[in-house]
């Protein structure tokens, strides 16, 4: 019986993991990946170039959503677990984080196709200035309080985050470089092209107004599959319901992903692609739509030195030769707007301009200490500024002090500026915003103390 190397596809609390035995023995795959055959990360990644640009005096917002290297860090760290979590191939590579200087003009740009276009276009007539990569993804993110914007296929080349971006931000945006359309736009007649994701609006806010809509039920009452559903679309990463937390990718999705970073390899993957599809009967050439049908047939068409073997769901007959080469391997289960979803609040974040003079001069020593990377002083002058404060400006400096004391894993701190941005602020999504983050932080000082304490040694017996 001809030995075979099966790929099963597991559900588990909700996430789908995968185990694969390959019997050749050249490549070993386990629960956390295999050896990388390049300093890429694993999989196939999207290379992704990420840039700030500096206001006039040289400067990054001292406030915001993703105004700090960390919060860059975070949001990349999470769109790759986002890609990866439904076993996609996708992974990112973050190519470098710099600050553009000489293009203030653009520092306070929002997220609307002007600006994005406006953007662009400065930049590759200027290639230098503004660090453009024709290779990379170029994200460039701005002091305005809008969200983001990114451009479909063929124009996958840009994406302009600002302020108020929420935790999902980036990798919403990046769907849409891989050609992912809205959810919503199911509401419109266009459709997202993707039948296994439910009609949608970005004006419901419930699970209830998906499953009455598809199912004439609400969501207590459908069948396991029903909530499956609905869950897709109403966490979907493309869709508008709770966008800190959007995580969702359909099959359909992942195809279209797959597809579309097939077509754009030769411009923004550090590695190549080559698929495989067990028992395929057409032409084949290594993309996803044209994949090999055999393991065999890739080694012997010679494609898979320095390559990623994908692997599609299914029985593949184990290769009669050996893998000798330097090959990674993973498995893998119109117009329209595509202008992220507009904040949940309005926070000012160029406060380098304030009309009060104590929170300006302070802000000006934010900007300094970020600039000369020195995080302890960063916080002093912050503090400084929010005893100075007022209204939302006191909100925009008490919610960066908490995100700067989570990121310096200060989570007690954290947590008690969270609750004072909750408790100090009138606009409702505001506060559940930061309910949410000082929720977190409690759970984490509670996971730290129950750790301390299972590890705590106990005391020895006294003398007698």
């Avoid at 000082?445 to 017996?461: C, D, F, G, H, Y």
């Amino acid at each position: 019986m001809e030995a075979v190397m099966k790929i099963k596809f597991m559900r588990s609390e909700g996430r789908v993991r995968s185990a694969l035995v390959l019997l050749s023995g050249m490549l070993l795959l386990g629960c956390g990946g295999i050896i990388h055959a390049a300093t890429a990360p694993f999989g196939v990644p999207v290379r992704v170039s990420i840039k700030f640009i500096l206001n006039g005096s040289g400067n990054r917002p001292a406030s915001g959503s993703i105004n700090t290297d960390a919060e860059v860090t975070a949001q990349f760290t999470r769109s790759s677990q986002i890609f990866s979590r439904f076993v996609s191939e996708i992974r990112l590579h973050e190519v470098e984080i710099l600050d553009v200087s000489g293009a203030s003009g653009f520092y306070n740009n929002d997220a609307s196709e002007a600006s994005r276009d406006a953007i662009r276009n400065a930049a590759i007539a200027n290639p230098s200035t503004y660090f453009w990569r024709s290779s990379s993804v170029n994200i460039y993110i701005t002091g305005s309080g809008a969200s983001a914007i990114a451009d479909f296929p063929p124009n996958n080349n840009v994406v302009i985050m600002c302020q108020g971006s929420y935790d999902t931000t980036m990798a919403h945006e990046l769907g849409h470089i891989l050609n992912l359309l809205h959810t919503h736009e199911t509401c419109c007649g266009g459709g997202d092209d993707c039948s296994d994701t439910l009609v949608d609006d970005d004006a419901w806010n419930s699970k209830d107004q998906i499953s009455n809509n598809a199912y004439g039920l609400t969501y207590a009452n459908c069948s396991v599959g029903q909530k499956f559903n609905v869950d897709m679309t109403y966490s979907n990463l493309m869709s508008y319901h709770d966008p800190d937390n959007r995580s969702m990718i359909s099959p359909c999705q992942m195809d279209r992903q797959s597809t579309q970073v097939w077509d754009d390899r030769n411009y923004f993957l550090s590695k190549l692609p080559i698929y495989i599809q067990a028992g395929y009967g057409g032409a084949q050439a290594g993309s996803f739509t044209q994949p090999y049908a055999t393991v065999q047939g890739a080694i012997n068409a010679g494609v898979l030195n320095n390559r990623v073997m994908v692997l599609k769901s299914g029985t593949h007959g184990n290769p009669s030769s050996t893998i000798s080469t330097r090959t990674d391997l993973v498995t893998r289960r119109g117009t329209t707007v595509i202008q992220e979803k507009p904040p949940e609040f309005q926070l000012p974040y160029n406060l380098e301009e304030s009309t009060n003079r104590p929170v300006r001069e302070a802000i000006l020593r934010v900007q300094a200490s970020d600039k000369n990377k020195d995080a302890a002083a960063a916080l002093a002058a912050l503090l400084e500024a929010e005893k100075a404060a007022t209204g939302r400006e006191k909100h925009a400096m008490q919610l960066e002090l908490a995100q700067r004391l989570r990121d310096a894993n200060r989570p007690e701190e954290a947590q008690q500026w969270f609750q004072k941005v909750a408790d100090g602020t009138e606009q409702s999504g505001l506060r559940k915003h930061a309910l949410r983050r000082s929720d977190s932080m409690k759970e984490l000082v509670l996971q730290r103390k129950q750790k301390t304490n299972s590890v705590a040694p106990e005391t020895p017996p006294r003398d007698k």
